[in-house]
């Protein structure tokens, strides 16, 4: 592939040649070896560690200038991270962006796997701070690697025996560990346990990259991604009480929001493009009039 | 006449005291002896004479320097205690020799009913049985019944030389060693552990035991063997 | 070669086997020329002052350091004997939790200090497979019960025990999976007198219930001569005396033995 110089000056996305075709090999080989994670040299981003350094590189690698390209974090396109990331692929790679789930064949995320289905054309790519689900009991780099070699799994489940100890259920409900095709355990990233079910045989290529750790790992299409759990405490994932206030959705993952200075609550779809298709196609939730313009967002 | 059950054939034994420039102690040296089924053979003898050695030496817990201790074992075979593996000796206390020592070595926090009950479960006895047969002696040996839960370790020496008995005669071992058995006990008890030999005699015991009491030494003895003849010339 | 996975335990042939097992740490000598067999429901002490090697013997023994000479052999589950040096990690780790045990000295060093107690005994279970948290937690009140612990304190972390409990909850995690073989580095070591008495009466009874063969490192003579079936006195890296424990501990024929034995109470 040769170098594409954007109007801006930059390289394609930023990186240049080089340290893509070394991404993509840290890429190709994770997509090999499904939920192993594959160090790779991580590069400084024009951006702090914790903005998603490691999902910027893999997106960068993999960015074509016909891709159409989405970035979320926590389900929205607008908050101040999203928005930034999107703007840097704009002026880098000046490819198009677009908020809406199935225009887009890259999905950057961070914390949420969209509602809509995910198909065949597209890619998911994870922000990941810490990849590594063994180092809650085992902070020995040296050693948890030997364990994923040895499929030295036992730990995970101490792990999960303990929050049952102490909460009467397991308590984790973020970045809860998975079992991929049998074999490796892996961290889903700080996504709630409700998305985890989304993982298994999903037919987007997702690929996960850890910035600061120098960690890149994947799920390829139609994968088995399986959520640890005990016999008596089988995994569940998180229910909700409420449908949306907005578009009265009852299936998707909800963030509570304050409505205004008097206490007012109310449950949302985290997911906003999902939440405003919804609403485009005439669903509409119990609170929809009475939602402040900057929740309602611009579908109302 | 029928084969002795334990064959005892020049027997010799001395201590080298390596922390006294090698000190030489000559013990006993020639000891033959064989014991058949129902017999008591008294050991005699000064103090000092070795008679504790050689039970000692017979039940693996000091080894001999030359000489043979062939014991009739349960499987039949003839094994020499002088020169068996450790595993081989283990099993023969376990299986073929009781041992009453001078004096009981007390294991912490095992209260008296259960160092007794012990003796006979390692035999293979099943612990109903072991229990049951550790209350009869204990009862026998007149211990009081409230000491039975406690750790003989605060006993007296009488009463802990009691349990000790009572461990010793617990199981049904073919051959059994007391050193002393009575040393410290009173008439009645005395009489107790005399009527105990006598009913191991008679069960077919080969029993070699050392007693300082003249009385039951004739009692109980089927022979008297002067340890003295076997003093082992200073080295 | 057939092996029969049902194979009963065959108690006349060794489960370990050392062979003239040496290790030099560069020009020092660790331990030399050490060779003994160990049966099913042995239990072998090893004694001798510090230095003298017994810790290099037991990490030679259970596979967690390279001998310089020499090889250890071990009797898998499936009757089949083996090299355990060449054993891959995985068997040699499957074997560490399911059919080894290793008490070490320091209890926080064979602890997990972060979690519960409960999680402490039943992390050997997880790693066998077992995923019913319900029985996983059933298993491991009552193997607290065994060693004398509460069950009430399930959900306590190790840093809550005493030096004791941390003992007894340290031996509960070993040997939750049957093990047949258990290694011990001092353990009685570091605590009070009274404690020992109880952990000692506590292992003694355990190793004759279970039918465990164990290695025992110790300098203490009352443990070896409490705990084991055979004794083997180390000096300078060497075996310098073995035997029956009684035998050796009421007979020592050595002058090292008779010094070591003469320099305590009674044994
Ligand atoms: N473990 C030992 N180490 C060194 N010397 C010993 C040992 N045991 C016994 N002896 C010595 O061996 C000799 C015989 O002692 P032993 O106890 O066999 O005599 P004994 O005939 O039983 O005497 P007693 O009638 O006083 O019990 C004595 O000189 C004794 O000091
Ligand atoms: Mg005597
Ligand atoms: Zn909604």
Redesign the pocket.
Known sequence: MTSHPTASGYNFAYLDEQTKRMIRRAILKAIAIPGYQVPFASREMPMPYGWGTGGVQVTAAILGPDDRLKVIDQGADDTTNAVSIRKFFEKTAGVATTTHTAEATVIQTRHRIPEKTLGPDQVLVYQVPIPEPLRFLEPRETETRVMHALEDYGLMHVKLYEDIARHGHIATTYAYPVKVEDRYVMDPSPTPKFDNPKMNDCAALQLFGAGREKRIYALPPHTKVVSLDFEDHPFEPTKFDHACGLCGATHTYLDEVITDDAGGRMFVCSDTDHCEERRAEGHRGDLLGEAPAEIAGAAE | MTAPLLDIRDLAKT?T?HLQDGLV?P?VSGVSLTVQPGECVVLG??????????L?MIYGN?RADSGAIRVAAEDGETVDVASAAPRRVLALRRTTIGYVS?FLRVIPRVPALAVVAEAATAFGIDRDDAERRARDLLTLLNVPERLWSLPPATFSGGEQQRVNIARGFIADHPILLL??PTASLDARNRAAVVELIETKKRAGTAIVG?F?DDDVRERVASRIVD?TRFAAAAA | MTTDMHAPMDMDTPLLTAESLTKFYGARLGCRDIGFELFPGEVLAVVGESGSGKSTLLKLLSGQLEPSGGRVLYRMRDGVTRDILALSEAERRFLFRTDWGFVHQHAELGLRMGVSAGANVGERLMAVGWRHYGRIREEAESWLERVEIDPSRIDDRPTAYSGGMRQRLQIARNLVTAPRLVFMDEPTGGLDVSVQARLLDLVRGLVADLGLAAIVVTHDLAVARLLSHRILVMKDGRAIETGLTDQVL??PREPYTQLLVSSILQP
């Open positions: 201590f005291m102690i013990v003898g000064p103090s000092g004479a070795g008679k504790s050695s050689i000692k000091y001078q050193d002393e050392i300082h340890v | 009421d007979d």
